[in-house]
């Protein structure tokens, strides 16, 4: 087996567990819908910009529902320190983080899907007019949270207040990503044209993925190991 | 060529040495009970050898690698206190999985086989959530030894096992040795590990103090294994 298909073991197996369990993804959408639902009593949606509002709305949603998800990533390992029998295995270490990510990756898309039906009925929006771009910014954005939540995921499993620590760790890291998303979806639901402005945020997107993944993959094994 | 070697090893967690300048050597073949008191290091010793804990002096070589060497970690078979399987899995998909973590290609037949021999096949579609402890560990026992690896480390094995599960990892273990594997396993049960073992390996706060062939001696009185220690002033 090579790395790619241990990576794709793990995000299996831990999607497995979490279609069975539900733990994360229930957690993820109720709070992603009570944000929205409570949100939409604040706004005036009828004389505000509803999709304006939901752009950024959305994505501070994604990030902490995210981070619902992000602790359960590893946290799974805990109990009888499957994290031990991993470790000890020929697994890569990238792929462990790898695996966790796609995994959470999966999990938050369907957050995201459900989410904005959600926001489409709340703030009475239509979010289907440019369907394809917006899919490509929630997969680029997406993948971006779920590789930095995989690492923190990594660095705070073993600290009590990971819950606490993880949120913390990650948010700061995330502003670039979570701007470039804003900026994307907010000119994707307007149905604004995209212009070499907008435009330079989903470069943004790509540059964070490819960083982060890069920086997961190296660091992998020394993170895990300490 | 040593199955283990390890020349000089220190371990510390912060500044106290869990490990304290050992060195050892098991040929192929062999069986070494790692025997010691509550905190002499034996788990340290266990996870440095399967690579899970960083060592900060001296060298390791597992069959013939690096200890972290993914070569090593394949013919590896690590149980350690945590039994390393997953509660919300069936004990098939478990050994599913682990099977393929590990590289081996294990088709239906192999896995049932494996539920078959730990006695686990009339629950192998259960979660393990719903297993004693004793079915965990064996189910714990199959994904160690289930992908045939070169070198067992086992950190008590013989926990919450019943009699007849202590006879079943007794023939695991003497079919595995027959094959020519390699195991180190710590243990307080003295007993049942020198009725398997060929080397008897004393740790005392992290020092290695006695290392030695196991005796016909020992096996027919274990209180010999007292008098050692007592000899070497371990407390």
Known sequence: MNGLSYAWAIARKDLAVEFRTKESLNAAGAFAIVIL??????????????????GKLLWLVFAFAGALIFNRGFAREMPNECLDALMASPIPAASLVVGKAFASFVLLLIVEAVSLFACGIFYNMNWTRRLPALFIVFVLATWGLSIVGA???????????????????????MIPLLTGAIELTGAL???????????????????????????AILLAEAILLN | MAVIALDDVWKFFGNFPALKQVTLGLEPGSCCALLGRNGAGKTTLLRVLAGLS????????????KVRSAEARRQTGFLGHGIGVYEDLTAR??????????????????????????????????PVRQFSRGMRQRLA????????????????????????????????????????????????????ALAIASHVALLDQGQLRYFARRTDEMVEDPRTLYRIREELGIL
């Open chain 1, 37 to 54: 639902l409570l949100f939409s009593f604040a706004f005036d949606t009828a004389s505000d910009e509803p999709a304006e509002l939901a």
């Open chain 1, 151 to 173: 690492v923190f995921g990594a660095l705070t499993v073993n600290l009590r207040l990971r819950e606490l620590m993880l949120p913390v760790l990650i948010y700061p890291l």
């Open chain 2, 93 to 126: 998909e478990n050994l599913r999985f682990f099977g393929r973590a590990a590289g081996a290609k294990l088709d239906e037949t192999a896995l049932n086989r494996w539920l078959k021999r730990v006695d686990l096949a009339r629950v192998a579609d259960s």
């Open chain 2, 141 to 192: 026992l199959a994904r160690t030894f289930q992908h045939e690896p070169q070198l067992f480390l086992l950190d008590e094995p013989f926990t919450s096992l019943d009699d007849r599960s202590i006879a079943m990892l007794g023939e695991l273990l003497g079919e595995a040795q027959a094959r020519g594997a390699t195991m180190v396993l710590s243990t307080h049960q003295i007993r049942e």
């Open chain 2, 54 to 65: 960083p060592f900060q002096r001296g060298s390791i070589e597992v069959l013939g690698s």
């Open chain 1, 189 to 215: 639901l307007t149905n604004q044209p995209l212009t070499p402005d907008v435009l330079l945020w989903g470069r943004v997107l790509i540059v964070f993925d490819v960083v982060f993944t890069s920086l």
